[in-house]
């Protein structure tokens, strides 16, 4: 019996383009992947053969098509390995091991009062599939975005024609003229997102979920987001990546395995690192 | 070609093993790897009371190497014994149990539950670990504390006994001597470095502990001249560790006198290691006409 359900594939990069400044996405192919994975998840991409640097690089996916066997990540380039992911061209393979972490399936998810999506930065990514899943099932969507400029925000393209997207820029080049939890908090309060209790999932940097989490006790909503942490392993054996729990449990969580989706109320935001 | 190796009275079907701490429980890796590569594996260093471990962050990236400082998280022994071991042991890879203690009551009582267990092959007796305040390294700095934890596990335990032993000393092979007149059946070596990383932007240490042990490829140099002098002072078989991320590695450490090897964090970067390097192995030794690992344990000083 094969209880395999990650796996290491060499897989080839179909296309790879530098969306703008220092971002950049690609799309490979590696239908094992593909075929299994779900939206939030994550694979660990391999920096090459030499031993520095060691580590391999942790992104979240932010397309899923089984039918094509293909996965796409977006990343931003801040570091050593990043940039050297962002000199990597078109058909050459890299070791892919995924998919990794726990996900969220739009099965698992309460959609009766519809979802609302909040993103920051390049946390739209992997808040892509969710939402194309979201779509499909004719949840009622709405997505806050936002970044620093206008030429930060990833194009949020497809989304955008089929439901409500709500653009916030801190510099206010574009859309609403401040923090995107601002913008969330001023529909909240007017009362734009109707009666009901829409569950809303988040992805972006620590300051920005916190911010929702208050938001979101404050207007009763449930609220579900995706941490990132340094990791080593990423696959749940080193106990690297933990997260406090929250309520009063002692220890911690693995973003890794346990994670990277949490409940809002089972960790403490306020000390996870990132 | 025969690569079935002897570590103080287990014997194994394949000298390659995966590391204490690098591979948990078994739970998570049997998703991404193949427990049958393993000769044996090594449990997360377990204590009597279960541990949270240390704040985050735990681990730093440094040039061919990882900072850890995991601090050892672990359910305790009575989860571990009760139910970690049962489902693991259903792999029939032997189970070496990696165990950790402040005192030498402490280690007797660990060595006394394992003792019940039925599916413990070997003790590891971690004298080394850099990350925890009480104890730990403490037991494998001085000849004499290390006598004395050896000494008392050996009471309690009568299986296969290996003391792992940190090469933050002056002169390891003292220590490995007292740990075989302590009883050591087999030593491990070597633990992680003691190293740290400071972040200039916050002007502060990476780790949430401050300092945490260094390992992989950066520290494989140090760990083969450990096992070259250890294996040379003590008759007790040596498992080698530190850095190992190929066959070319592992057949270094067995050549500089380990009869078996282990793989932490080259594990962690690919869950396949232990088949690369197995089979690379095997295809140097028969490449060479090489019939038995042992002809080549050592190769390199006898
Ligand atoms: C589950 C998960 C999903 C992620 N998804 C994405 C994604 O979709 N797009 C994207 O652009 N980035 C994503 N990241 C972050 C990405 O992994 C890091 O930016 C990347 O590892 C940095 O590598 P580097 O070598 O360029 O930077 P380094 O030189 O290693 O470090 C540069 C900076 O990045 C920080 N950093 C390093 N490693 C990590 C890490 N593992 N997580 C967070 N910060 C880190 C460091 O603190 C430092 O400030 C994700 C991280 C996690 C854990
Ligand atoms: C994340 C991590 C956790 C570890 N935990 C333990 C442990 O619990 N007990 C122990 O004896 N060694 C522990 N070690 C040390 C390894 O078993 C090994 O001795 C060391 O890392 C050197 O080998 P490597 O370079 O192949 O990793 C740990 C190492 C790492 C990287
Ligand atoms: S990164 Fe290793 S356990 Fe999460």
Redesign the pocket.
């Known amino acids: 019996m094969d209880l395999r359900q990650i796996h290491d594939v060499d897989a080839r990069i179909v296309r790879l383009s530098n969306i703008r400044g220092n971002?950049?996405s690609m799309c490979l192919e590696a239908p094992e992947i593909a075929r299994t994975a779900k939206p939030m998840q994550?694979v660990n991409i391999a920096?090459g053969d030499s031993t520095d640097?060691l580590?391999r690089?942790?992104?979240?996916?932010?397309g899923i098509h089984p039918d094509r066997g293909t996965i796409g990540?977006?990343?931003?380039?801040?570091?050593?390995?990043?940039?050297?992911?962002a000199g990597w061209q078109a058909g050459r393979s890299v070791r892919v091991l995924g998919p990794?972490?726990n996900g969220l399936g739009i099965d698992r998810l309460c959609i009766d009062h519809g979802l609302v999506l909040v993103a920051g930065?390049?946390?739209i990514?992997?808040l892509t599939p969710l939402a194309s899943q979201a779509l499909e099932k004719e949840a009622e969507l709405q997505v806050f975005y936002g970044a620093r400029s206008a030429s930060e925000l990833l194009d949020t393209g497809d989304l955008g024609a089929a439901c409500m997207v709500h653009l916030a820029t801190e510099d206010g080049s574009v859309g609403f003229g401040g923090l995107v939890t601002g913008l969330l908090e001023a529909r909240l309060s007017a009362g734009a997102l109707g009666n009901g209790r829409p569950t809303v999932v988040s992805c972006g940097p620590k300051p920005m979920l916190n911010h929702v989490k208050q938001i979101c006790n404050r207007h009763g909503l449930p609220l579900l987001v995706?941490?990132?942490?340094?990791?080593a392993c990423?696959y749940g054996v080193c106990q690297g990546?933990v997260v406090p729990r929250a309520g009063g449990k002692q220890g911690y969580y693995r973003?890794?395995t346990d994670?990277?989706v949490f409940r809002a109320e089972d960790i403490e935001l306020g000390e996870c690192?990132? | 070609m025969n690569l079935s190796t002897h570590i103080g009275g287990l014997a194994l079907e394949n000298p390659v093993i995966a590391a204490s701490g690098t591979f948990g429980y078994g739970e998570e890796y049997i998703k991404a790897g193949d427990v049958s590569w393993f000769g044996a594996v090594s449990i997360k260093g377990t204590t009597i009371a279960p541990r949270a471990g240390n704040p985050p962050?735990r681990t730093c990236?440094t040039p061919s190497g990882l900072l850890n400082s995991i601090g050892l998280e672990n359910p305790g022994a009575r989860v571990v014994i009760g139910q970690k071991l049962p489902w693991l042991a259903r792999f029939s890879v032997p189970i070496i149990a990696n165990i950790s203690a402040v005192s030498c009551e402490e280690f007797s009582e660990l060595a006394g539950m394992f003792a019940k267990s039925p599916h413990v092959s070997a003790l590891e007796v971690n004298v080394s670990c850099p990350n925890v305040k009480a104890g730990g390294i403490a037991f494998g700095t001085s000849a004499d504390m290390c006598y004395e934890a050896t000494r008392a596990v050996r009471k309690a335990w009568k299986g296969p006994l290996i003391v792992k032993l940190t090469p933050n000393v002056a002169d390891m092979r003292a220590i490995a001597k007292a740990a075989v007149e302590g009883g050591a059946d087999a030593l491990s070596l070597i633990n992680t470095l003691v190293g740290m990383a400071i972040?200039i932007?916050s002007m502060r240490p990476?780790l949430g502990n401050i300092t945490g042990g260094l390992s992989g490829p950066a520290i494989k140099p140090v760990a083969l001249r450990c096992v070259w002098e250890v294996s040379q002072a003590v008759s007790v078989p040596v498992i080698g560790m530190g850095g190992i991320c190929s066959a070319t590695d592992a057949l270094e450490f067995i050549m500089a006198g380990a009869s078996a090897v282990a793989i932490g964090t080259g594990l962690l970067i690919d869950p396949e290691l232990p088949r690369k390097v197995t089979q690379g192995i095997k295809e140097y030794c028969e490449s060479r006409g090489i019939e038995s690992l042992q002809e080549i344990v050592g190769a390199a000083w006898r």
């Open positions: 971002l950049y994550f920096l640097p580590l690089r942790p992104f979240s996916l932010s990540i977006t990343w931003a380039v801040v570091g050593r390995g990043t940039q050297i992911m990794l972490g930065g390049t946390g990514a992997p995706s941490l990132e942490a340094r990791m990423g990546c973003v890794c994670g990277p690192t990132g | 962050p990236e972040d932007h990476v």
